[in-house]
């Protein structure tokens, strides 16, 4: 598989290069959809409190990551090493095994509490869409840190 970026798929980018290379584009939607999902779910009072408060660990626990493995690749701190690749492939998987689970979770929620605050579930429609979008983000980036991997 030909890269269509600047840089080759067998190298880690560093500064601003992030914002041109697959699959390291995905970084600032992931933070903005994950932000979004915090944003939302936070912004409601939804019983059962422990589905919500998994949403809640895995939306702040990934927008946290996200934030540090950015800033990581933004100062050069892999130093182009596989075992930097391995890590990014690693995580983003776990990323979006994680925001899978708190994307069903969080559907099961809305679907069942339908009947309550018309504005309420209007919000949490939105969470879980934004949620599923964030799911889709880290799995896309899965797959293209795997090639990357690969390819190193």
């Known amino acids: 598989m030909a890269a269509t970026t600047a840089e080759p798929m067998g190298s880690l980018p560093s500064r601003?290069?992030?914002c041109?290379?697959?699959?390291?584009?995905?970084?600032l939607p992931?933070?903005?959809f994950g932000g979004l999902v915090w944003i939302l779910v936070a912004s409601t009072?939804?019983?059962?409190?422990?589905?919500?408060?998994?949403?809640?660990?895995?939306?702040?626990?990934?927008?946290?990551?996200?934030?540090?493995?950015?800033?990581i690749f933004i100062a050069g701190g892999h130093k182009n090493s596989s075992g930097w690749a391995a890590a990014d492939f690693a995580y983003h998987g776990l990323a979006a095994f994680f925001y899978l689970s708190a994307s069903v979770a969080l559907a099961y929620i809305t679907l069942r509490n339908k009947s309550g605050d018309l504005k309420t579930y209007r919000i949490d429609i939105a969470a879980v869409v934004?949620?599923?979008v964030a799911t889709l983000l880290y799995f896309i980036h899965t797959i293209l840190s795997a090639i990357r991997w690969k390819n190193f």
Do not use: K, Q, R
Request: hydrophobic share 60%.
């Open 20 to 27: 041109t290379t697959a699959p390291d584009i995905f970084y």
């Open 45 to 71: 009072h939804v019983l059962p409190n422990n589905p919500l408060g998994w949403v809640m660990f895995v939306s702040v626990f990934c927008f946290v990551m996200t934030f540090l493995w950015m800033i």
């Open 130 to 132: 934004f949620s599923y």
């Open 30 to 32: 992931e933070l903005v």
């Open 16 to 18: 601003l290069e992030i």
